[in-house]
């Protein structure tokens, strides 16, 4: 089906929705993400304009096993956390993660200021994320669904 081009401001975007549970659904609740792509209907790699308003998260550090990330800093100066170390984005900045690196990875917004970026990612079938500093894992299952489970296995529901 054919559409007509749309200013990104215009596709819809809840403020804070995620899947992610309780408590760590809290942490995301300053981040607002535009599916560009599945606007779309793209299939194969999603994109992503995303704000972060002051003190807010882009998800929980983490790493993927089989799906690539990147971003492209837009506005604002988000904190790039990568591993153990951390670095301070401006705009034009860009960053790709690599899968089955295990090296986690998010942007903390520390500024008074919103943060915009972009984010691209792919969808390779069968990955599971990684939260080191959390007990929470992610495996996707058949139609890019998501279990998200503690560590050992546990459901939250």
Not at 14 to 29: C, N, Q
Not at 38 to 52: A, D, P, Q, W, Y
Request: net charge negative; hydrophobic share 35%.
């Amino acid at each position: 089906m054919k559409q007509s081009p749309i200013a990104a401001a215009l596709i819809s975007a809840p403020l804070g929705k995620t899947i992610y549970p309780e408590p760590y659904a809290l942490l995301v609740k300053g981040r607002q993400k535009r599916k560009l792509g599945e606007h779309f209907g793209l299939t194969h790699f999603g994109v992503n304009l995303t704000h972060l308003l002051p003190d807010a998260v882009s998800a929980l550090a983490h790493s993927h096993s089989k799906q690539e990330e990147f971003i492209l800093v837009l506005e604002g100066s988000p904190t790039l956390v990568l591993g153990e170390e951390e670095f301070i984005l401006q705009p034009g900045d860009c960053y790709g993660f690599k899968a089955g690196t295990g090296i986690a990875h998010q942007l903390i917004n520390r500024s008074e200021e919103t943060v915009t970026y972009l984010e691209v990612g792919d969808r390779a079938e069968g990955d599971e994320v990684e939260y080191p500093k959390d007990d929470l894992k992610a495996t996707q299952l058949p139609h890019g669904k998501w279990a998200l489970t503690h560590k050992d296995g546990r459901s939250y529901e």
